[in-house]
T-cell receptor, first 117, second 112 residues
Framework: GAGVSQSPSNKVTEKGKDVELRCDPI?????LYWYRQSLGQGLEFLIY????????KSGLPSDRFSAERTGGSVSTLTIQRTQQEDSAVYLC???????????????FGPGTRLLVL | KQEVTQIPAALSVPEGENLVLNCSFT??????LQWFRQDPGKGLTSLLL?????REQTSGRLNASLDKSSGRSTLYIAASQPGDSATYLC???????????FGKGNQVVVIP
């Protein structure tokens, strides 16, 4: 596709429910990143994929958070037993990793706004 | 852990003035540095990327400089326009996987 797409754009859920957030990266981009932007906080890194592997999961805040990537393309971020502090905008980005120069620019999707009641 | 600071947090300038936005980071061992723009309720738009070996990048009215040894980057926007009103984010890429560490942004309002 022309850009990174994410779905849903908005999600309202009740505390304790599980949610799945989806990211479709730019075609051909091998690197995929998930970030979170909480109200009043900066953007924080969650997880990095190179292909289908996740060599860096250090930003996931708890074991309730998990992510996978299949076919070197689509990624899903799953939050189990959601808590109110999980409310945030979840952003996905992709890039041509280690291609050099401007090609390593990370292109961001529009985000999924998650509200946990 | 890389810490990125942006000052000022918010500023307003009259249309036509030049904008100067500052970014500092604590660990100079960076892979690259990116400047982004974020409009309210929207995602991030990449403006400029500076490799760690470069000193500056230019695109149109935008110029970004990088002084890696002192841990600083500056984004200059010449002849500001009301359409430049947005939040500008500085992000530092780490060696190995290019994960980005972000500042909290400079919120800019250009007054017509």
């Amino acid at each position: 596709g022309a850009g990174v797409s994410q779905s849903p754009s908005n999600k309202v859920t009740e505390k304790g429910k599980d949610v799945e957030l989806r990211c479709d990266p730019i075609s051909g981009h091998t690197a995929l990143y998930w970030y979170r932007q909480s109200l009043g906080q900066g953007l924080e890194f969650l997880i990095y994929f190179q292909g289908n592997s996740a060599p860096d999961k250090s930003g996931l805040p708890s074991d309730r958070f998990s992510a996978e990537r299949t076919g070197g393309s689509v990624s899903t971020l799953t939050i189990q037993r959601t808590q109110q502090e999980d409310s945030a905008v979840y952003l996905c980005a992709s890039s041509s990793q280690f291609a050099g120069g401007r090609q390593e620019t990370q292109y961001f999707g529009p985000g999924t706004r998650l509200l946990v009641l | 852990k890389q810490e990125v600071t942006q000052i000022p947090a918010a500023l307003s300038v009259p249309e036509g003035e030049n904008l100067v936005l500052n970014c500092s980071f604590t660990d100079s061992a960076i892979y690259n540095l990116q400047w982004f723009r974020q409009d309210p309720g929207k995602g991030l738009t990449s403006l400029l990327l500076i490799q760690s070996s470069q000193r500056e990048q230019t695109s149109g009215r935008l110029n970004a400089s990088l002084d890696k040894s002192s841990g600083r980057s500056t984004l200059y926007i010449a002849a500001s326009q009301p359409g430049d009103s947005a939040t500008y984010l500085c992000a530092v890429g780490a060696w190995g996987n290019n994960r980005l560490a972000f500042g909290k942004g400079n919120q800019v309002v250009v007054i017509p």
